[in-house]
């Protein structure tokens, strides 16, 4: 059952940017993930309701920039200096609760979006 709705992917030219967004209501954790071709689907970062700061993967800070739209209910993943290794798939997740696992690990977020495609030439 998805709960999240994706949107913002699309072509871009290497060096460009891309803005995704999420619609995630009611959720204590939202995050962002992707999957690339010949990798396993990789945690970028996640944001906390209340909080307001991201959180990043070690491999994903530089590029990335998550942020929501005030009141918590849209997220936003902004992708800047892209290349064409940044080809994929991008999600976002959400837990109304923790479960135990690492926040940048997928097994921690029981809902996800269907995915936007992000294709960089």
Not at 103 to 110: A, G, Q, V
């Amino acid at each position: 059952h998805v709960q999240l709705v994706e949107s913002g992917g699309g072509s871009v030219q290497a060096g460009g940017s891309l803005t995704l967004s999420c619609v995630a209501h009611a959720f204590t954790y939202r995050a962002w993930f992707r999957q690339v071709s010949g990798k396993e689907r990789e945690g970028i970062g996640y944001i906390a309701t209340g909080e307001g700061l991201p959180h990043y993967a070690d491999s994903m800070k530089g590029r990335f920039t998550i942020a929501h739209d005030g009141t918590e209910e849209t997220i936003y993943l902004h992708l800047d200096n892209l290349t064409p290794n940044d080809t994929g798939v991008y999600y976002c997740a959400a837990n109304r609760g923790r479960r135990g696992y690492s926040l940048f690990t997928s097994d921690e977020y029981p809902s996800w979006g269907q995915g936007t495609q992000v294709t960089v030439s």
